[in-house]
């Protein structure tokens, strides 16, 4: 008889809330002054096309050019969405077109965050006792000869 143990992970929260910009002051300012380098730059961190951000800024004018208005801008929302999947965190599709629509600066700093958060790596230390060689006592033996 074979038993098959299934281990789901908890969901847990977001680093750090969604306006912590105290928590990454570097990352906030970035954000602020640049944004779309901004947005770039973390795109790229996560891994995905750092051009990828661009759509959302050319996007919206295209498509009402065509008649299509958009609410939620579509990679802020699929990379928020994307983070919290890859990385297990609560949340709700609703809850992300919400932060996305509201404040979308904010969002993309709170995904900055969590990314980099969860890309250190624990640091493991080892230790092993140091062995030190001792020089073995020889005798010297001297023997001359008349």
């Known amino acids: 008889m074979t038993t ?5 992970s908890q969901k847990s929260g977001w680093n750090t809330e969604l306006c912590d910009c105290c928590q990454d002051m570097n990352s906030c300012c970035y954000g602020f002054w ?3 380098c901004f947005t770039c730059t973390t795109t790229g961190e996560f891994g995905e096309s750092t051009c990828l951000p661009l759509v959302d800024m050319f996007g919206p004018g295209i498509m009402a050019a065509f008649g299509v208005p958009l609410c939620a801008p579509p990679v802020s929302l699929g990379m ?4 919290r999947y890859k990385y297990n965190i609560r949340g709700s599709i609703c809850n992300d077109i919400m932060v996305t629509c509201c ?3 904010c969002s993309w ?4 965050r969590e990314i980099k958060a969860r890309k250190q790596s624990p640091t493991v230390v080892t230790t092993q006792p140091v062995i030190q060689t001792i020089p ?7 023997i ?3």
Not at 4 to 8: D, L, R
Not at 80 to 83: L, Q
Not at 136 to 141: F, L, N, R, S, V
């Open 4 to 8: 098959v143990v299934v281990q789901t």
């Open 34 to 36: 640049c944004f779309p």
């Open 80 to 83: 928020r969405v994307a983070v």
């Open 103 to 105: 404040c979308v600066w």
């Open 109 to 112: 700093c709170q995904m900055s």
């Open 136 to 142: 073995m006592a020889t005798t010297t033996h001297i």
């Open 144 to 146: 001359s000869t008349q």
